[in-house]
C-alpha cells in the first residue's frame, strides 16, 4: 500500500520536473516470470525513482546499506521494496546482513517478481559506463542453479538517457534492451563460477552499451557535450523533434568524435581550440549558437517581433497569477538543494522530493486564504487548487521565453551594427560543423 501510494506520488512529481519522459521498448519490461533489471547508474536515487515510474508492476530494489542506517529507515525502506546490501568500503550498517539481503533477492525472483540492480554499484552524472560489479550475474545464476535452471529468468538492460539530468524540465529517454536468458551459462556456472559469472557480466555490459549514449573516457564526454551545445539547432535538423531527436544527434556527434580519434587523433586538438574560440565569440557578443543558422531577413524578424510582443501582453496576467502561486516554493526548493548537497547527481531527485512536500502545503495555503475571502464551490476550489501548478509551469515557460526574445533583439542588433563579426562567427560554427561531420 505504502509503495503503490508514493510510487503515485513520485510519479507526478516527475512529471512536473521533466519536460518529457519517454520509454522505448516498453514491452520488454513484462515477463511472465521472474526478471531482473539492470541499468546504469547516473542520477542516483532519481534512477529507481524513473524506474519505477517506467514499470507497470511492483519492483524490487537493491540499494547500499548505508542508507538503512537507522531503525525507522530499515523499516520505512524495506515496505518500499528495497533489499539492503553492505558495499565493500563502506562498512557494515547494523542490521543489514548481506546473506539474509541475497536470500531476499533470491525469494523475490522465485515468487516470479521483478528486482532492479545497478551493477556499477556507485553513481556518478556521467555518459561512461563504469565498471560492471560480477554480483549481478552470480545473483542470477545462483537462482537458476537452486531451481534446476526452470525459472525461466530474464535479465533486462535498461539505458536511463537523461538530456541534462539535473536541470528542471529537462528531459529522458528510457531505452530498454531484450530480455536476456541467463541459463546457457548455467553449466559453466556449476563448474567454475566465478568464470560463468564473468561471462555473462560482459554480456551485460555490452547490451547496456547498445541502449546507452556511451562516451569511453571523460574528455570525449566533454568535447561531445560541447559540440552538441555548439552545433545543434532547430532551425537546421529535421530529425524527431523532443528527447529522441536531442539523443539521437549526441549519440551521432559522440559517433563522431570516436571516429575522428581513431582515423585523424591529430585534429582533436585543432577541434578543441576551434570550440574554445567559438566559446569566447558567443560569450562576447552574448548571442546563443543556434540563432547563427537563422536567415536574417529584417521584416520577418520585426514581425515576429510583433507577434511576441502581443504574445507577451496576452501571457503576462497567466505569468503574473503563476508567479505569485509559485515563486517561493521554487525560490525555496532551488535554495535548499545546494545546502543539503554538493554532488550534483542528487540534486534532482532532491528537489522533486521537496517539490512533493513544499508545493502542496502552499497550494493548499494560497486555497485558505483565497476561500477565507471569497466564497466559492467546491468546484471552483478544485478549479483553483489545479490551476496553480499549471499556472507555474506557464510561468516557468513564459520565463523561458523572454529569454529567448532576448536572444532574438541581442541577434537583430548585432546584424544591424556589427554584421561583419557575426559573419565571422557564422563562418567558425560552420567550419567545426565541417571538421565533425564532413570526414
Known sequence: ML????????????????????????????HDGPMIIIANHPNTLMDAMMIGHACKQPIHYMAKGTLFNSKFKLWLLRNLNMIPINRMGEGTTKGVS????????????????????????TSFLERHLRELKSGTAKIALEVEKRNGGTLNLRVVPLGLNYSKAEKFRSSVLINVGQQLPVVEYLEQYKVDAGKAAKRLTEKFRINLEHVL???????????????TELLSSKYLRAEAKGVMGEIHFLKEIRDKVEEIQ????????????????????????????DFLDRKFRSLMFFRQIAFSIFFLIIGLP?????????????KL????????????????????????????????TFLLIGTHFIEIGYT??????????????????????????????????MMINDKKAMLELQEKRNELRKMIFEL
Open 3 to 30: 509503495y503503490r501510494f508514493l510510487k503515485l506520488l513520485v510519479g507526478i512529481g516527475i512529471r512536473f520536473y521533466y519536460k518529457e519522459v519517454k520509454v522505448l521498448n516498453r514491452k520488454s519490461l513484462t
Open 98 to 121: 548481506n546473506q539474509s539481503s541475497f536470500e531476499a533477492c533470491y525469494n523475490v525472483l522465485e515468487e516470479g517478481k521483478t528486482l532492479v540492480i545497478f551493477p556499477e554499484g
Open 213 to 227: 549514449v556511451n562516451s569511453q573516457t571523460k574528455e570525449q564526454e566533454t568535447m561531445v557535450d560541447e559540440l
Open 262 to 289: 581513431v582515423t585523424q587523433p591529430w585534429k582533436l586538438a585543432e577541434i578543441q581550440l576551434l570550440i574554445q574560440n567559438i566559446q569566447w565569440r558567443l560569450r562576447k557578443m552574448d548571442v546563443r549558437a
Open 318 to 330: 497567466i505569468f503574473i497569477y503563476g508567479m505569485i502561486h509559485n515563486f517561493i516554493q521554487f
Open 333 to 364: 526548493t532551488d535554495y535548499l538543494v545546494p545546502k543539503i548537497t554538493k554532488d550534483i547527481e542528487y540534486f534532482a531527485p532532491i528537489s522533486v522530493l521537496l517539490g512533493l512536500f513544499f508545493y502542496p502545503i502552499f497550494y493548499t
Open 380 to 413: 471552483g476550489k478544485i478549479i483553483y487548487f489545479i490551476s496553480m501548478p499549471l499556472s507555474g509551469l506557464f510561468a516557468y515557460s513564459f520565463n523561458r521565453y523572454l529569454s529567448h526574445i532576448s536572444y532574438k533583439w541581442k541577434y537583430i542588433f
